[in-house]
């Protein structure tokens, strides 16, 4: 599958680059490995510091509040209980881990099953390489202007780490940016484009088919 390649001003280079077939042109996508591999990440993301008091850690008193029977009342044995105010609670939250693992080869098919989705709603844009010489989110402004994009949610994905291109991104509330190898099924699906450099395209073609 063969697109044309832009720069950052949104023009045709009259360039083209081939979106391989096993990654963006998937005959069925599979949506339980999406589900999976979504789920997966929005539990990875969970601090899990939730946490209240049971009877035994709440302050207060051990001593019984009033005697046993004669007062007509239910017994009790102490303030701590759960049925007084101020009292522990029952079955509270506690300080747990949420995450879990997914196989490798479930995860590869939910990339390829999202990337597959995007690229047959025509909503992937391939720009040629570029860098900024310093961070600056009036160029990165520019960059989505170009695109048509500024109303839209953009996810930029770059071959490698870079910084400048990120720190001008940073501030916009509808855009990000990844490096190709931190791309994910749930970034993917959250973007409503998906923007790839040429060398983040290179990377993918590679990382997915192997």
Excluded: C
Excluded at 139 to 150: R, T, V
Excluded at 200 to 205: E, G, K, L, S, T
Aim: proline residues 4%; charged residues 25%; aromatic residues 8%.
């Amino acid at each position: 599958m063969e697109v044309a390649v832009y720069n950052i001003q949104g023009s045709d280079t009259g360039k083209k680059i081939n979106l391989s077939e096993a990654v963006f042109g998937l005959e069925t996508p599979n949506d339980h490995a999406i589900y999976m591999d979504v789920k997966q990440y929005l539990a990875n993301q969970r601090q899990g510091t939730s946490k209240s008091k049971e009877r035994g850690e709440v302050h207060g008193t051990g001593k019984k509040p009033y005697r046993q029977k004669g007062t007509g009342n239910a017994r009790q044995g102490d303030r701590k209980s759960p049925l007084w105010r101020h009292g522990g609670r029952i079955f509270g939250p506690k300080p747990r881990d949420y995450s879990f693992r997914l196989n490798k080869k479930i995860k590869v098919l939910a990339r390829s099953s999202a990337l597959t989705y995007k690229a047959k709603e025509e909503n992937v844009r391939v720009l040629e390489n570029f860098n900024f010489e310093a961070p600056k989110t009036k160029q990165f402004l520019d960059l989505l202007n170009g695109m048509e994009a500024q109303d839209k949610k953009v996810l930029l994905v770059t071959g490698d780490v870079q910084k400048n291109v990120y720190l001008s991104g940073r501030n916009l509330p509808k855009a990000s940016v990844l490096p190709a190898s931190q791309l994910n099924t749930f970034a993917i699906l959250n973007a409503d484009l998906l923007v790839l450099t040429e060398d983040a395209v290179n990377f993918i073609n590679q990382r997915e088919e192997n």
